[in-house]
């Protein structure tokens, strides 16, 4: 009661503040001056980090292209009702919007995105458009089929209805091997191009074998760097970091050459008479889980060492003096406490292998490639923004996906970078 009142109590002064809203005026002050020291970071992580991501993932269910490019039909196809070809009126729209597009050289921007869900599509769309802007009067339906055959196609029109908002769901139907059908419905896509499943399936395999694979590897030497004397360990620590001051072209380019056919690997091999023949080491899963597993070896090891080093020598001598074998003691009360830092480690490293390109690009084969091959490939070359932006928010999601299990199987919060 009487700190309630002090608090309450007016100050003794010019001004007669009370002192609650004194303190709470120095805490806003606090906050604020907080903020401003943290508001470059945010800035920077918002403009280089937020903002892309947050476009991508637009990009995979916004594409205008047709909506800006061919107006006037889109516009006359709200009436349409799906059933037969339009009526005149709509192929009348489609006869100026391909006369402007012919004035102001779209026909293969138009022709690129209607190629995307009908191959073929695009030297018929630019022959269209030639040839339409010497049309002066109707009938345009009976004309338009006749300059190509494009114009009878009843999918042509289903996919020129949908862009009616913008909205599309192509891309991430595609990228998940669906597609829609000549009617609009969704059905899977052609035996021959449904590949990126098997590209999931196959990056999840991968960063999953890495990770084992760095687990097996790291342990036994994040367990000698804890329990060796300081000096020794900072040693070996140099070792274990010096992979991380190099570039990861370097050290993949490095292993092109050790796993080559006559590389040092195989030479060694042959000489100690454990193969008669150069194995096939390179361009194959094989060399592409070596490289990435010597890349994501200190991913790996760091936080597992980096727990080690907090568990006390004690618990595991007072397992021995009850009477615990070397094995059980290990293992029931040493091995427990390193889970943190093996889940962190083993989180980490997943997730970086998940957006691997490099090294599967140079020491895998056709069929090691991984989905941010595609990505680039779409991003580079094809130069089809959707499908990269599709194949990169489903990675993402698959990521935050796997956080939030991960999450909630094990905990987030057990998690220790040391």
């Given at each position: 009661?009487?700190?309630?009142?002090?608090?309450?109590?007016?100050?003794?002064?010019?001004?007669?503040?009370?002192?609650?809203?004194?303190?709470?005026?120095?805490?806003?002050?606090?906050?604020?001056?907080?903020?401003?020291?943290?508001?470059?970071?945010?800035?920077?992580?918002a403009i280089t980090f937020v903002l892309p991501i947050g476009r991508m993932i637009f990009?995979?269910?916004?594409?205008?292209?047709?909506?800006?490019?061919?107006?006037?039909?889109?516009?006359?196809?709200?009436?349409?009702?799906?059933?037969?070809?339009?009526?005149?009126?709509?192929?009348?729209?489609?006869?100026?919007?391909?006369?402007?597009?012919?004035?102001?050289?779209?026909?293969?921007?138009?022709?690129?995105?209607?190629?995307?869900?009908?191959?073929?599509?695009?030297?018929?769309?630019?022959?269209?458009?030639?040839?339409?802007?010497?049309?002066?009067?109707?009938?345009?339906?009976?004309a338009l089929i006749e300059i190509s055959p494009l114009w009878e196609r009843h999918e042509?029109?289903?996919?020129?209805?949908?862009?009616?908002?913008?909205?599309?769901?192509?891309?991430?139907?595609?990228?998940?091997?669906?597609?829609?059908?000549?009617?609009?419905?969704?059905?899977?896509?052609?035996?021959?191009?449904?590949?990126?499943?098997?590209?999931?399936?196959?990056?999840?395999?991968?960063?999953?074998?890495?990770?084992?694979?760095?687990?097996?590897?790291?342990?036994?030497?994040?367990?000698?760097?804890?329990?060796?004397?300081?000096?020794?360990?900072?040693?070996?620590?140099?070792?274990?970091?010096?992979?991380?001051?190099?570039?990861?072209?370097?050290?993949?380019?490095?292993?092109?050459?050790?796993?080559?056919?006559?590389?040092?690997?195989?030479?060694?091999?042959?000489?100690?008479?454990?193969?008669?023949?150069?194995?096939?080491?390179?361009?194959?899963?094989?060399?592409?889980?070596?490289?990435?597993?010597?890349?994501?070896?200190?991913?790996?090891?760091?936080?597992?060492?980096?727990?080690?080093?907090?568990?006390?020598?004690?618990?595991?001598?007072?397992?021995?003096?009850?009477?615990?074998?070397?094995?059980?003691?290990?293992?029931?009360?040493?091995?427990?406490?390193?889970?943190?830092?093996?889940?962190?480690?083993?989180?980490?490293?997943?997730?970086?292998?998940?957006?691997?390109?490099?090294?599967?690009?140079?020491?895998?084969?056709?069929?090691?490639?991984?989905?941010?091959?595609?990505?680039?490939?779409?991003?580079?070359?094809?130069?089809?923004?959707?499908?990269?932006?599709?194949?990169?928010?489903?990675?993402?999601?698959?990521?935050?996906?796997?956080?939030?299990?991960?999450?909630?199987?094990?905990?987030?919060?057990?998690?220790?970078?040391?």
């Amino acid at each position: 009661m009487s700190s309630m009142a002090m608090i309450a109590a007016p100050i003794n002064g010019p001004y007669e503040i009370p002192l609650r809203i004194t303190l709470k005026r120095l805490e806003r002050r606090r906050k604020l001056q907080a903020f401003l020291l943290v508001l470059p970071l945010l800035l920077f992580m918002a403009i280089t980090f937020v903002l892309p991501i947050g476009r991508m993932i637009f990009n995979a269910v916004h594409d205008d292209t047709l909506l800006i490019r061919m107006p006037r039909t889109v516009a006359a196809l709200r009436e349409w009702d799906g059933k037969d070809l339009p009526d005149e009126a709509v192929y009348a729209a489609l006869a100026e919007d391909l006369k402007r597009s012919r004035e102001r050289m779209t026909a293969s921007e138009i022709g690129t995105r209607i190629n995307y869900e009908l191959p073929g599509a695009i030297s018929q769309l630019t022959l269209s458009a030639a040839k339409a802007s010497t049309l002066t009067s109707g009938p345009y339906k009976a004309a338009l089929i006749e300059i190509s055959p494009l114009w009878e196609r009843h999918e042509v029109w289903t996919l020129l209805k949908r862009e009616i908002s913008g909205y599309t769901a192509y891309y991430l139907l595609r990228s998940i091997d669906y597609q829609y059908g000549p009617d609009g419905h969704i059905v899977a896509s052609p035996p021959d191009t449904a590949v990126f499943r098997d590209v999931f399936v196959r990056t999840i395999g991968i960063s999953i074998s890495v990770t084992a694979a760095a687990l097996l590897l790291g342990f036994p030497v994040a367990y000698l760097l804890a329990t060796l004397p300081l000096r020794t360990s900072n040693l070996l620590m140099i070792m274990v970091l010096l992979p991380l001051w190099t570039s990861v072209l370097v050290r993949t380019t490095a292993w092109v050459i050790l796993l080559q056919q006559h590389g040092v690997v195989n030479e060694v091999l042959m000489a100690l008479h454990f193969i008669s023949k150069p194995a096939e080491l390179i361009f194959n899963r094989v060399g592409t889980v070596i490289a990435m597993t010597h890349i994501q070896l200190p991913f790996t090891l760091l936080p597992i060492y980096s727990v080690m080093r907090t568990i006390p020598p004690s618990h595991v001598r007072a397992a021995r003096s009850l009477g615990a074998g070397p094995f059980y003691a290990f293992w029931k009360i040493y091995f427990p406490q390193t889970l943190p830092g093996i889940a962190a480690g083993c989180l980490l490293s997943f997730i970086m292998c998940l957006g691997y390109y490099i090294t599967p690009a140079l020491v895998g084969g056709a069929s090691d490639q991984m989905i941010s091959y595609f990505v680039a490939l779409y991003t580079n070359e094809e130069l089809n923004w959707g499908m990269a932006s599709a194949l990169g928010a489903i990675l993402l999601t698959a990521t935050l996906l796997l956080y939030y299990v991960f999450n909630k199987l094990i905990g987030i919060d057990r998690i220790k970078m040391g």
